[in-house]
């Protein structure tokens, strides 16, 4: 008999508990809460990307019919964000942004709303937009921010002026010194990269109510308490007047990992004094999505006559739109992604999020990772054709491992991606990179790597026993489709508990009820809130075992909890049920409940080696390794890939299911993002991609099977050993499809994404 604390039995193909009723169409997510009685709202967007607002009139809507309320700057004129407080939730007296909230509208129905927000009198006097990175950075740029001076700096450390909303930088080493040797062989290449709208199925949505003072918030989020925070500091309340909740939600990528439409609906609900529903049409989530961002990227590199990096420096820049957001906080991705894979003897990377007069950009599964991947993996294969070294080769000798210094000081452990290179080779061996088929069109192959890394944070998890036997998990996770709440969780508990994993039930999360987390993102929910939920298990393990050990006259050390049973270890029917245990326990000492909390302490990194960084160094590194073969058009440029392979470090795989579905997913995304979409922005500031006929993702006839390879054993604090799987199967695809683009073609990728039209130029002879 396995004891409760073998990591095994939480080791299953357990299938969601949700697919059936969402595959039916029954789920309700929030878009499908607002009843009868609630209000419906909707959001005046600024028309210029950039202009002062000399008059904003709302008088003329409010008589309108239906209209119940309406909200301006002067409801909510404070200022948030993340590192640097610089977002208003309105325009104030200036617009920044095209599709900028001026105002919003509350109305019996959501027709009465639109035609109010029609008759709201807005008049702008005009300014020059600053809408890209080199316009934002020249010598006689306007400021997107005039007063940046006087925002309030919420992390203190980063250098900042002028349109360069924050900058992260790493120094590690004498790179001058390394590049003045004049036994090296130095390669520099630049790459540039659009920005990706995460098209998730639901929109962003929320409904509000006020009722006895308090704010209750039901929304479509991953962080329900970022939301808490940022609606308490926006509207001036205490956090403790704003409870969220959060039903399924249907699509996040990290589109939904901060807060958006839900100050605009708690204002709205206390001036009416009804439940206001605000959500984003597809058009409006289309032009003021949080996209991945559009970003610029440089690298050099000095490489020895032994094939070894001794020295690497580089920049990104990275558009931020017109406020800081989260990407003041992926700035610090870069030393971990552009770094991470190699190496280096000395690193001198600076990365700068940009302000401009576009709509605001934000995280997206693997963040800046996925471009920093393709430009570094492209660059790698660039050194090699500059030293005449096979590339699987010299990956093979050059990436991190067991004991290397990473960018900015920390010391890896255990060695996982040469391995991981070994069991990509063992199993598809390496015939040729380049040539030509047999139908006449360009053949190309490559193998990438890439590393990621887990966020870690607060969490918390509280753990009930009832009456049946069965246990309710009550934390702040949410279920982004993802099916980690669904699965791993309750596979995590169920081990711990004795239990079968149908037997957890998962409460939705609920602010007045849960403790504080980050979110869900980043790949973190197995790995904090799994080991948030195994202490919670701990106290609910102990106080049983006491329970049981005096009803059954032995030692609880002696006692294991299994199948839904307390019995003594190695004698089977020996004990009783759980049932029994909790209705004693009930009787005599009370209803059986624990709490847990985790956190990770910091990996530590060198002294002095990374400035305005929010983690200077990895705790749970991730590593994969991607390998495909494509076939391209000469005529056309039209690419099809004929293979894709991945062996992805998992730490523990504790529900294979599971991860095959995030590894074929996060794949097809990032083909999406290599070969074909694009967001845009035109003269006037505004997206050019307003609907789904204009912005072309993956179809049903551009997916191929992803064949996969799970790679256990490596490091990790996670619990059972376990790291997140959804973020990291994004991350290589678009350096693999590019290197494998590149050898077909004989031509240098040096931006995303590689449509047709744009193969086809490389192919005639221009570079791309």
Known sequence: MKNAHDPSLAVMDL???????????????????AGPEVLHAVLLRATVASARITRLDVTPALTMAGVHAIATHRDAPGLHGIGIADHPIFA??????????????AAETLAQARRAAKAVIVEYEAMPPVLTLQAALAPDAPLVHPGWESYEVLHPGATRGGNIAWEARVDRG?????????????????????????????????IA????????????????????????????????????????????FGLKFDCSLEPYAAILARKSGRAVSLVNSRREEMMTCLCRENAEIHIRSAIDTEGEIVAREASVLMDC????????????????????????????????????????????????GVYNTFALERHTDEICAAIGMDPFEFRRRNVIGDGDIGATGQTFQGDVLAPMLDRMADKYPVERRSGRLPDGRLYGRATTVGTWFIFVGPSAATVNLNADGSATLVT????????????????????????????????????????????????????????????????????????????????????????????????????????????????TTGPIAGSGAFTAPGTTAMPGCATGHFIDAIDIPVFAVHDCEVAVDEISGRCEILSYRVVQDVGRALNRRAIHGQIQGGVVQGIGYALTEEVTIGPDGAVDQTGLESYRVPLAGDVLPIDFELYEGAPSLGPLGTKGA???????????????????????????????????????????
Not at 15 to 33: E, H, M, N, S, W
Not at 92 to 105: F, M, N, Q, S
């Open 476 to 587: 702040a996770g949410v279920e982004i489709g993802s099916g980690t709440m669904m699965q791993s969780l309750p596979q995590i508990v169920a081990a711990n508990l004795g239990i079968h994993p149908d037997a957890v039930i998962v409460k939705t999360a609920d602010t007045d009820a849960a403790g504080r987390d980050l979110g869900v993102g980043g790949g973190r929910t197995t790995v904090s809130i799994g080991a948030a939920s195994e202490a919670a298990c701990a106290e609910v393990r102990e106080k049983l075992l006491t329970v049981a050990a005096r009803l059954l006259q032995t030692n609880a050390a002696a006692l294991v909890l299994t199948n839904g049973r307390v019995e003594v270890d190695g004698k089977p029917g020996s004990g009783m049920t759980l049932k029994a245990v909790i209705a004693e326990a009930e009787l």
């Open 174 to 206: 004498d790179t001058d010194a390394a590049f003045a040797r004049d036994d090296v062989t130095i390669v520099e290449g630049t790459y540039d990269v659009g920005r990706q709208n995460h098209l998730s199925f639901e929109p962003r949505a929320v």
């Open 209 to 252: 109510s006020y009722e006895d003072g308090r704010f209750h918030i039901q929304t479509s989020t991953q962080a329900p308490w970022t939301v808490k925070h940022v609606v308490a500091r926006v509207l001036e309340v205490p956090e403790s007047a704003v409870r969220v909740t959060v039903p399924a939600v249907g699509g996040g």
């Open 726 to 768: 959804g973020e990291v199967p994004i991350l290589n695809v678009a350096a693999s499809l590019a290197c494998a683009i590149a050898n077909a073609t004989g031509k240098p990728v040096t931006s995303l994404p590689m449509t047709p039209e744009r193969i086809a130029t490389l192919i005639a002879g221009e570079a791309l």
């Open 92 to 105: 104030g007296d200036t617009v920044r942004y095209h599709g900028e909230p001026l105002a919003v509208i």
């Open 321 to 368: 739109g017109a406020y800081g957001g989260e990407q003041v906080f992926l700035t610090t991705m870069t030393a971990h992604t552009l770094a991470g894979n190699y190496r280096l003897g000395a690193a001198k990377i600076v990365t700068r999020a940009v302000y401009t007069n576009t709509p605001p950009n934000g995280a997206f599964r693997a963040c800046n």
């Open 15 to 33: 299938p969601r508990r949700d697919a059936r009723d969402k595959l039916r169409g029954r789920t309700r997510y929030t878009v499908d809460q």
